[in-house]
């Protein structure tokens, strides 16, 4: 395509904003918009996001990248000796992937025309990538066509890539040379290439459903009498049982509502829909390629769902728990979708593995392997051994997901340098990102201090820390846990839930609460399973609640506790995990116990 317009057209509308006569519609509202965002004309390059944020990028556009790749590596082949270079860009105009003549994408790193350069519209002015965007339909762009002025030296042809299924524009293919040579007919061939991916795109979802229907088949006889409706990743209905409808209601329309808007975000999908229907088992599908689907389960009158135990929890149902959960959950969400290592802090039983597992539901790596390892277990000679073997992390670095390490400063002297060296190697090699999460019940900061942890495994992992409170610091908002708690010990199930006289709430809010938030669910787990009435007064609670013990035998009880614990220290030679185990308390509760009563242990 030959340049409707000559330097002297471009320059004269920068200066006087004169339109030249024979200068292109389209290129003239670009232009407009253009000069309305102010001084982009200077511009020399394109913005360029980080090689994080790009990583980021291309996993969240797996999909497109996927049904793109055959097309891009066949045309950037074609074009290896044409002076041509082909390129693969997101809805924001953000390069992911390029291919072509090796000697103009080297010149195209100049201008940032490569993987994490920023082509939208609004940022670099007119060019083919974000003008076809803005437009959502095929455009040219050649030479002094462009907006700013050092990137006229190219000539790039784009067309918008849609999904065949919904319409919704995913991306843009673009064709980019040096201005001056001919261009013939790149922007059929870019029109073909976007073509050619939609079709890649449609038979890869074709084939996703028919994976999602076979793997509804295999469910539907294990659940006789329930109905059920599949969803695809993008929000579509693609199955339903004869009978969902029906006993959905009028919550079907609201079901089949919700998908689209949040097409291509399964969890996030799946989590808005267990809200909507709280009686309702909402399960997503996943592969080694990701979450395939949804599948929505609707259960018969009188027929119980299933308990899923603490990890069921998402991150909704602790945000409603009262306002200062509601900030935490939003702080540690926004730290996870940066990727910086998140260290969570509180004492034992404060809920810090279920905010883990709920933090990796609704996060980036959701539907991705979440490994948890207990650092007090790790062995410094099996390390060496297997460097980047380590009890989960292989997996990981292949797949990419989350690294959940269970008390850090419980690790081992000699185990901790080969761990940081190990988290360190993980976050550079794995294919994917990897979000670390660590859960501690004492102060890192104050283990470094003594000398019991090592200062690099420390920065490592405390990126950035978040402290759950201690039950007894949240007394005010006792009310509102028990009611949470026995909310969530009835969803899905047609019982009423459990209710407290003010007597036995009295008795609740007195109480100290060693255990915290575990004590306080199992407390309200074991009442709603047995009561008959649904109404909990002062009888019904355990005795050390119903009746505490005066004060003046807190000491004894102390001195009996200190003494069974040295017992059982002894006679297991130290082994710190036995101990714990004929004691009935987890190891990592032994060990502030140990602390407490001033009694040194011994490192491995």
Not at 295 to 311: D, F
Request: charged residues 25%; contains cysteine; hydrophobic residues 40%.
């Amino acid at each position: 395509m030959a340049e409707s317009i000559q330097k002297e057209d471009w320059e004269r509308f920068r200066a006087l904003g004169s339109v030249p006569p024979s200068i292109r519609e389209v290129v003239l509202r670009s232009w407009v918009r253009s000069r309305d965002k102010g001084d982009l004309i200077t511009r020399e390059r394109a913005p360029s996001v980080a090689w994080a944020e790009l990583a980021a990028l291309r996993s969240r556009n797996g999909r497109l990248r996927s049904a793109a790749q055959g097309a891009i590596g066949s045309a950037g082949y074609m074009l290896s000796d044409t002076g041509m270079m082909v390129l693969l860009c997101d809805r924001d105009g953000v390069v992911l992937d390029a291919s072509g003549d090796a000697r103009v994408l080297s010149r195209g790193e100049e201008n940032h025309l490569q993987p994490g350069g920023c082509w939208d519209e609004g940022v670099i002015g007119t060019n083919a990538i974000g003008t076809a965007l803005q437009l959502a339909k095929p455009v040219t762009i050649t030479g002094i066509e462009h907006f700013c002025e050092a990137i006229q030296r190219w000539s790039c042809a784009a067309a918008p890539i849609r999904d065949p299924f919904s319409g919704q524009l995913l991306g843009a293919v673009d064709l980019s040379g040096p201005s001056g040579q001919d261009f013939g007919q790149m922007g059929a061939f870019s029109v073909a290439l976007a073509l050619q991916i939609e079709e890649a795109i449609r038979n890869a979802g074709l084939r996703d459903q028919a994976r999602l229907v076979e793997e509804l088949l295999k469910k539907r006889p294990t659940t006789t009498g329930d109905e059920m409706l599949i969803i695809d990743r993008e929000g579509r209905a693609v199955w339903a049982s004869p009978g969902f409808e029906r006993l959905a209601g009028p919550r079907n329309g609201l079901v089949r509502d919700l998908g689209p808007e949040l097409i291509g975000n399964a969890p996030a999908m799946a989590e808005r829909m267990r809200l909507t229907i709280p009686d309702a088992d909402v399960d997503l599908l996943n592969s080694g390629e990701g979450t395939l689907g949804i599948i929505v389960t609707l259960h018969q009158p009188g027929r119980r769902r299933p308990r899923n135990g603490e990890a069921a929890i998402g991150l909704a149902d602790i945000a409603r728990i009262d306002e200062e959960m509601a900030g935490i959950c939003q702080q540690a969400q926004r730290i996870t979708e940066s990727g910086v290592p998140l260290l969570i802090k509180g004492p034992v039983g404060s809920g810090k593995e279920t905010l883990a597992r709920a933090l990796h539901a609704a996060g980036p790596q959701a539907g991705l392997p979440f490994e948890i390892v207990d650092c007090s277990l790790l062995d410094p000679d099996t390390m060496r051994r297997n460097p980047g073997h380590t009890a989960g992390f292989q997996h990981l670095a292949e797949t990419g997901g989350v690294l959940c390490l269970d008390e850090p400063a419980e690790t081992p002297r000699a185990a901790q340098p080969l761990l940081a060296q190990a988290v360190a190697h993980l976050l550079r090699e794995a294919v994917a990102p990897v979000q670390v999460l660590s859960l501690s019940s004492v102060s890192l900061s104050e283990r470094m201090a003594r000398g019991d942890l090592r200062s690099d495994l420390h920065f490592r992992l405390a990126g950035a820390i978040l402290r759950l409170p201690a039950l007894a610091e949240r007394q005010r908002h006792m009310a509102a846990l028990v009611r949470h708690f026995a909310d969530l010990a009835v969803r899905g199930q047609r019982v009423m839930p459990i209710r407290f006289t003010p007597a036995a709430m009295m008795r609740l809010q007195a109480h100290g609460w060693p255990g915290n938030l575990r004590e306080l669910r199992n407390l309200v787990d074991s009442l709603s399973a047995t009561s008959l009435s649904r109404l909990i007064d002062v009888a019904d609670l355990p005795p050390q609640i119903a009746s505490p013990q005066p004060h003046a035998r807190e000491d004894t009880l102390r001195d009996r506790e200190r003494a069974d614990i040295l017992d059982a220290v002894a006679e297991t030679g130290g082994n710190m995990a036995e101990a714990a185990r004929r004691l009935g308390i987890s190891r990592s509760t032994l060990y502030l116990k140990l602390d407490q009563y001033g009694v040194p242990r011994r490192r491995r």
